[in-house]
């Protein structure tokens, strides 16, 4: 006979003091799942019910869970991470968009940090200072209005075609490397940097995916915010950086194939050599900073334990520098960074709040129309603050 498991809903600070006393919990952002085989007193307005199957965790793209399995009922959601009943049958069974899990033994999916304000350097307030809209838009404007960039496609060509010519004209080498997806080929344009350093000199990489698909079937895939958004804050990145020297090497890569399966950035990570791998102190990965799905303009930092540091310092650089709301996971999922921590390379996504509620992804209505310039902006100067760190400065004479 299978238990019964009895659950409630609370805002997380009230799961500890006011509602059970006793039972699993887990926070994701503002919510505390808790729930226990024996029915406790909870704060009143907390939502609570019970069930006879197991809890699991779901992390997906968007929708793409809800959209495949509606009739899997959802205890609590929260975007890109959802407790839902059951769903054991669906464990092992991913899709490159929806994971199931069991729920994790740690307190913790989704935190939400205290706002952190650091010092801002110089060498930042410089680098800040080319972290605006026109130019961004520029490239997200014409990125986004090519009919596709389907990694197989004439559209990706001509992007990642456009993309080199921009970074090479900012003075970096450039290159191509060959990516197989399917039966067919698509490509990585890679930009690097060398640093000043003499000696223990790293690699930063900064890295975006450039492909878009439509998932219905159709012909037309403009991906404004996936991931154009992405592949021009790339850009933009490398332009506010090429100005400036660094102890550290600066690679930026425009992966293919991300959205058949992770091809671009799992056959680069398998491609480095070991001494090459070592030698890499942060992945910033951008996937999807363009949309804002709430009332606060917010950011999700995701990662694993291995990506604590990075997170730590974008979140500062949140603080110092932004007004973003920040939340952070440590369960990294569906996008470019993953191949990364797999190899145990330290890596980090940004991706826009809550884009569960991005209704557009991976459609023809992924369009420049629902941009919020104003959000993507201030994840860059997140970013761009926390990669001038990680670079480090090359201190000026005199």
Not at 17 to 31: E, F, K, N, P, Y
Not at 165 to 192: D, H, K, W
Not at 251 to 261: A, M, N, V
Request: net charge negative.
């Amino acid at each position: 006979m299978t238990a019964k498991i009895h659950w409630a809903v609370l805002p997380a600070d009230e799961a500890g003091a006011g509602g059970r006393t006793s039972g699993r919990r887990v926070r994701l952002g503002d919510q505390a799942l808790v729930w226990s085989a024996e029915a406790e007193p909870v704060a009143p307005g907390a939502r609570t019910g019970s069930v006879t199957s197991a809890l699991s965790l779901v992390t997906q793209v968007g929708r793409a869970f809800q959209d495949a399995h509606p009739d899997v009922p959802v205890i609590l959601d929260h975007g890109r991470h959802l407790v839902v009943e059951g769903g054991e049958a669906l464990r092992g069974k991913d899709d490159t968009c929806w994971r199931v899990e069991p729920l994790p033994p740690g307190p913790v999916v989704v935190d939400r940090p205290e706002r952190r304000v650091g010092p801002v350097s110089a060498a930042v307030t410089k680098v800040l200072e080319g972290v605006t809209r026109p130019p961004y838009e520029s490239d997200l404007t014409w990125i986004s209005q090519l009919e596709t960039r389907h990694s197989l496609s004439e559209g990706f060509r001509q992007a990642a075609d456009r993309a080199e010519m921009a970074l090479t004209t900012l003075g970096y080498a450039t290159s191509r490397q060959p990516v197989s997806v399917g039966g067919g080929q698509s490509a990585n344009v890679i930009a690097a940097r060398p640093g000043r350093a003499a000696a223990d000199r790293g690699a930063v990489l900064v890295t975006a995916h450039l492909d878009s698909v439509n998932q219905a079937g159709g012909t037309k895939a403009p991906g404004a915010d996936d991931n154009g958004s992405g592949a021009a804050g790339l850009l933009l990145l490398a332009r506010v950086l090429a100005g400036h020297e660094w102890e550290n090497d600066l690679r930026l890569i425009l992966f293919g194939g991300e959205e058949q399966g992770l091809f671009g950035s799992k056959q680069y990570v398998a491609g480095l050599p070991a001494a090459e791998r070592g030698r890499i102190r942060a992945v910033l990965n951008m996937d999807m900073i363009g949309v804002r799905n709430g009332p606060e303009p917010g950011v999700l930092l995701e990662g694993a334990p291995v990506s604590r540091q990075l997170i730590d310092d974008l979140a500062t650089a949140a603080g110092a520098v932004t007004g973003l709301r920040v939340e952070t996971s440590l369960s990294p999922f569906a996008s470019d960074h993953v191949p990364f921590i797999v190899a145990g390379v330290p890596a980090v996504l940004t991706i826009e709040g809550n884009d569960a509620a991005n209704g557009t992804i991976h459609s023809e209505n992924d369009l420049l129309t629902h941009i919020d310039y104003g959000l993507a902006v201030e994840i860059l100067r997140m970013n761009a603050a926390a990669l001038a760190g990680w670079l480090r400065p090359v201190e000026e004479a005199g």
